[in-house]
């Protein structure tokens, strides 16, 4: 009888967890909706938008690093859309909406404490500019290349082929 009530307790925490962990998701049904819209309008461009600060804001704001995966996951899964008539309107606007929010994450993360937790979402952010692959996103890395933290210097997404050509145009 006492295991039956272990069992429950059990069962009941990892339910509980759950409720939890997606509280704290992101919302991905209008963005969803957005990626598979042929033409997209300014109400897309604002749910774009939403999507983008929605992400980058719980990507901030988690400590788990399963959890920022996640996050980064989600993000990287939503960059592209599902329509091929509108995928340039939506990309423009989704690298244009990532620059804006990671840009004013990479400015706030400037006032966190401890350290550790602003080096973890500096680190994150990094992070998602390199996998995102977008040249346009590389000029906010470009600042951590004189970093003497050597992770958040490998971090600053300049390996990619395109970032470096875009530093040497900077540069000259």
Request: aromatic letters at 8%; glycine letters at 2%.
């Amino acid at each position: 009888m006492k295991k039956n009530y272990t069992n429950v307790a059990i069962l009941m925490l990892f339910l509980v967890l759950a409720v939890i962990c997606n509280c704290f998701a992101v919302n991905t049904k209008q963005i969803d909706d957005v990626r598979d819209k042929a033409v997209l309008s300014s109400e897309d461009f604002e749910a774009i938008d939403k999507f983008m600060a929605e992400a980058i804001d719980t990507l901030v704001k988690t400590t788990d690093f399963t959890s920022i995966a996640n996050d980064r996951a989600v993000i990287l899964a939503r960059n592209k859309s599902g329509e091929g008539s509108a995928q340039a309107q939506y990309a423009d606007k989704f690298y244009e909406s990532a620059y804006k929010h990671i840009s004013a994450a990479l400015k706030q993360s400037k006032y966190l404490a401890p350290e550790d937790q602003r080096f973890k979402v500096v680190t994150n952010l990094l992070i998602l500019i390199d996998e995102l692959e977008d040249v346009r996103l590389a000029k906010l890395a470009v600042g951590y290349l004189k970093d003497k933290n050597e992770v958040l210097l490998g971090g600053s997404c300049c390996w990619q082929p395109a970032c470096c050509r875009a530093v040497k145009l900077w540069k000259s």
